[in-house]
């Protein structure tokens, strides 16, 4: 989304009506109050061009030149190209013109794309930035030149996490965020989310990888921009703008709608001692030993505060693992662990949930953030109930394996249920910027 003059303008993907789900032409919509909008109806930018995929166009305005630049992921049915292309007019409704033919961005294959501009007035840089997915493989970030047209000779300046969707934001404190999406195709999974301590984007790096949604598909949906929205006195609210795109839903994807929800800031600091209630997610893994795995079907101790791993208590979590006071007692304490290398964990026979403990798979991967959970056990036991176990009765990390009968860089980690230091994205089925 871009803004000019009080004037919002929306730009999307046109209708999927040819094969491969490829749309030949964008839609352009204006408005005053970011609810009435109005179908500008802009030409098809390709009456006379080949018919492309044409998938995640960014609208902006280089201050510099005047000119209105499209930037868009261009390829084929196939994804044979794997470029990106750029359109300028004189006229945000247009006409658009190619400044060159589609092309790949620093001769990398580029994917799902989105471009930032690093707004002054906002505590950036100055320039504008393209961030995509090279060879689906990581998110490269490269420098755009001073006529927004391509990247600089630099190259790639930041390499972040595998991702779609992709959306760069400062917040009003000027720190960098990144957002995305898995890569599952169509299929809505779990948010990314980054942060870099670094002030610039060029060499920046990307830390504390998480969901800020407390949904596993965010919502279902997936991220294409996040708009930073400044009210009259100033002050700033961030838009997350995504697309829920209905592949097997009715009408398909030319049936797709979008959602937007306010990201909301850091409430406070960390907590910094786990507690009872915190709740078990995959993460990187540390080099303190975090578990003590008491003999067969016994407790699972967090050797940092010598709380027990339980199955949560309460019915509409069921099968969530967290931090509890030990009681040899309770049932949802009662574990028996394979000593030692590679097996599964799984819980004693009780009233309740007597199960596997399994991280919970966002849509097949193996990611940081993917929650813990207890399920009932596969047979063969599933690739996602696999974990590489210290001996029985020593302290050692719980490590996820890869799949492939390997230990993963992913351990058994404990988080606060709610973190009062990380953004966070709630559902609202209403809701007001006057609110936030």
């Known amino acids: 989304m871009y803004v000019e003059g009080g004037v919002y303008y929306l730009i999307g993907e046109g209708k999927k009506v040819l094969s491969g789900d490829i749309s030949a032409c964008f839609n352009l919509f204006s408005s005053t109050d970011l609810q009435a909008w109005n179908d500008i109806l802009a ?42 292309g750029v359109l300028t007019a004189d006229a945000v409704t247009g006409p658009f013109k190619f400044v060159t033919p589609c092309f790949r961005p620093d001769g990398q294959d580029s994917y799902d794309m989105g471009t930032f501009y690093d707004d002054p007035a906002l505590g950036g840089d100055g320039h504008a930035y ?88 965010t919502y279902d949906s997936q991220s294409t921009f996040i708009f930073p929205f400044v009210h009259a006195d100033g002050h700033v609210t961030h838009i997350w703008m995504a697309d829920r795109w209905n592949e097997n839903g009715p009408g398909g994807l030319d049936n797709m709608t979008a959602i937007w929800l306010p990201l909301l800031p850091p409430s406070g600091p960390a907590p910094a001692t786990p507690a009872p209630g915190w709740v078990f997610v995959l993460d990187i893994c540390l080099t303190a030993p975090a578990f003590l795995l008491s003999p067969s079907d016994a407790s699972v101790t967090h050797v940092t505060t010598g709380l027990c791993v339980s199955q949560s208590p309460d019915g509409a979590n069921r099968g969530a693992l967290e931090l509890a006071a030990c009681s040899a007692a309770d049932p949802l304490q009662r574990w028996h662990a394979a000593g030692g290398g590679s097996g599964a964990v799984t819980s004693t026979p009780h009233a309740r949930d007597a199960g596997c403990v399994s991280w919970n798979v966002a849509n097949q991967q193996l990611v940081a953030g993917n929650p813990i959970i207890a399920y009932a056990c596969g047979s063969p036991p599933a690739w996602n109930e696999a974990f590489e176990l210290p001996a029985a009765g020593a302290p050692g990390l719980v490590t996820a394996d890869d799949g492939n009968g390997n230990p993963s860089t992913l351990c058994a980690a404990v988080v606060p249920p709610t973190n009062p230091s990380k953004w966070t994205l709630p559902w609202f089925d209403a809701w007001s910027l006057k609110d936030f």
């Open 130 to 217: 393209l961030i995509r997915s090279v060879g689906n493989k990581y998110a490269g970030i490269s420098q755009l030149t001073a006529d927004w047209t391509g990247t600089t000779p630099a190259g790639i300046v930041s390499a972040g996490p595998d991702m779609e969707g992709q959306a760069l934001m400062r917040d009003v404190n000027g720190t960098l965020h990144a957002a995305g999406s898995h890569l599952t195709g169509w299929a809505s999974n779990a948010a990314q989310f980054v942060t870099s301590p670094n002030a610039s984007l060029v060499g920046a790096q990307w830390v504390n990888n998480y969901n800020p949604s407390s949904s596993s598909n």
């Open 43 to 84: 030409p098809p930018p390709f009456d006379k061009e080949p018919y492309y995929r044409m998938e995640r166009p960014k609208l902006m305005r280089n201050p510099t030149t005047k000119k209105y630049l499209l930037w868009f992921h261009c390829d084929t049915d196939g994804f044979a190209m794997r470029s990106v």
